[in-house]
C-alpha cells in the first residue's frame, strides 16, 4: 500500500512546531518514530496535506531532571528509556513495560510521546480502505455506526500502548505545547475513553514532555500484558502495578490497565485495598477482582472479551506476586 501525497514539514524548534500546528491545524499529523503513523496512513485511516516530522526538534529528545522530578523529552525512543540504568532502578515499572513494546526494531524508532498518543485499535478499523469498504466503514472513520455494538453511538475502539498504565501508576505529568504556551496536566485526566477521540489534546498541540514525581522513585513496579505473538505484538491486556513498602506493609500502591477500555486506567480501591496490609495471595486476588472489573472489554480484537477479562485478574495477580520474591 502506498502512501498518497503530503507536504513535509521538518520543524527543528518547539516554537516552529506550533506555528505548523497553528497554520495547519486539522490538515496535519504529527509524526514521531512513525511506527504507527505511517502503516496508518498506507491504510488511508489517515490522508493529512501536511505531516510534520518531529524528530529534527533535538530539546524533545533525552532524559533530565527538574526540582522534582525527572523529565522525559516526548522523542525519548522506548529502547534509551528501556536501557537507561537510572530509570530501571528508580521507576522499574516504566522500563519493563516499554521493553514489552513491540520489537526491538521498532523500540530504536517508537518514542515515548508517541505512545501516549497511540490511537486506539479495533479489528473493524485498522484494515486497508479496501477492506473497510467492502465490510462497510464505522463511527471512527467515515462511516455513521459500530460493528461491535451495533446500535450505539459511541466507539469503543480499544487504548493498546503499554507505557500508559506504567506512567499512571507514577503519578506521571506531561507537558504541551500550542499558541497558548505551555501546559501541563496528569497524565490520569489527558484521556476522554471516547474510540474516536482518545485524548485532549487539541489539533494546534503537542506533547513535549513527560514528568515522573521523585516521590514515586524507588517504587517496586511490574507490568504484564497479554498478547498474540509473544515476540511482537500490541497488548489485548495489560497490567502494571507499582507500590513501595515500609515494614513488610505495602504503601502509595497504584494499579493500572490498559487494552480493555477506550482509555488506559487507574484501577479505582486498588489503593485502599492495598495500603497497610502485607502482599500475599489473596490480596492479589482481590486486586484482580478489582482490575477485571474496571476492564470492560469488547470484541475489538483477536482474542474474546471473556477471555481479556478473565486474563485481567490473572495478570493482576502475576504482577503484583512477582513482586514478593
Ligand atoms: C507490528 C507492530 C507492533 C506494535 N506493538 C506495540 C506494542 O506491543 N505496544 C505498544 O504500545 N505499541 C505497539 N506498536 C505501536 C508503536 O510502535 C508504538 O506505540 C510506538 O511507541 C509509537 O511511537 P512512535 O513514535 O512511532 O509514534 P508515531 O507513529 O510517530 O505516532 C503515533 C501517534 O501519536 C501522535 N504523536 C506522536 N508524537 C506526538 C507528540 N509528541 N505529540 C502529539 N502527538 C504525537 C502521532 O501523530 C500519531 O497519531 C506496534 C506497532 C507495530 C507496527
Ligand atoms: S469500536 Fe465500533 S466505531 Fe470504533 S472502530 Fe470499532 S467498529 Fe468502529
Redesign the pocket.
Known amino acids: 500500500m502506498s502512501l498518497a501525497e503530503f507536504q513535509y514539514l521538518r520543524p527543528r524548534t518547539i516554537e516552529e512546531a506550533v506555528g505548523y500546528l497553528a497554520r495547519h491545524a486539522g490538515n496535519l499529523?504529527?509524526?514521531?518514530?512513525?511506527?504507527?503513523?505511517?502503516?496508518s496512513m498506507r491504510q488511508r485511516l489517515f490522508t493529512p496535506g501536511y505531516v510534520m516530522d518531529?524528530r529534527g526538534i533535538v530539546e524533545l529528545r533525552g532524559i533530565d531532571h527538574d526540582h522534582d522530578s525527572t523529565v522525559i523529552g516526548?522523542l525519548t525512543t522506548?529502547t534509551a528509556i528501556e536501557r537507561n540504568l537510572e530509570l530501571r532502578r528508580d521507576y522499574p515499572v516504566l522500563t519493563e513495560a516499554a521493553a514489552?513494546?513491540?520489537s526491538p526494531i521498532?523500540r530504536n524508532?517508537?518514542?515515548l510521546?508517541?505512545?501516549i498518543?497511540?490511537?486506539t485499535r479495533c479489528l473493524w478499523y485498522n484494515q486497508s480502505l479496501t477492506w473497510r469498504q467492502s465490510c462497510g466503514f464505522c463511527i471512527k472513520k467515515d462511516g455513521d455506526l459500530c460493528h461491535v455494538a451495533p446500535g450505539g453511538t459511541k466507539c469503543w475502539a480499544a487504548f493498546?500502548?503499554?507505557?500508559p498504565p506504567a506512567l499512571l501508576c507514577l503519578g506521571a505529568g506531561i507537558e504541551i505545547a500550542g499558541p497558548n504556551g505551555i501546559r501541563r496536566v496528569l497524565l490520569k485526566h489527558f484521556y476522554t475513553n471516547e474510540g474516536d477521540a482518545r485524548m485532549k489534546?487539541e489539533r494546534n498541540e503537542?506533547?513535549?514532555r513527560v514528568y515522573l514525581p521523585r516521590t514515586a522513585a524507588g517504587h517496586r513496579g511490574a507490568y504484564r500484558k497479554l498478547?498474540v505473538r509473544g515476540s511482537?505484538?500490541?497488548?489485548l491486556a495489560g497490567v502494571a502495578v507499582s507500590f513501595r513498602t515500609n515494614n513488610g506493609h505495602i504503601e502509595d500502591a497504584q494499579v493500572a490497565i490498559t487494552a480493555v477500555n477506550p482509555a488506559p486506567l487507574l484501577v479505582p480501591d486498588a489503593h485502599q485495598l492495598l495500603s497497610g496490609h502485607a502482599l500475599d495471595d489473596a490480596a492479589a486476588i482481590a486486586v484482580g477482582d478489582l482490575a477485571a472489573n474496571a476492564s470492560k472489554p469488547l470484541t475489538t480484537s483477536a482474542l474474546t472479551p471473556e477471555y481479556r477479562r478473565e486474563m485481567v485478574k490473572v495478570l493482576a495477580k502475576r504482577a503484583l506476586l512477582s513482586l514478593t520474591k
Do not use: H, K, Q, W
Open positions: 499529523e504529527i509524526l514521531a518514530g512513525g511506527t504507527d503513523l505511517i502503516p518531529i516526548a522506548l514489552t513494546v513491540a521498532l524508532m517508537g518514542t510521546g508517541g505512545n498518543c497511540l490511537d493498546s500502548a503499554d507505557t489534546l503537542l506533547v513535549t498478547r511482537i505484538d500490541y497488548p
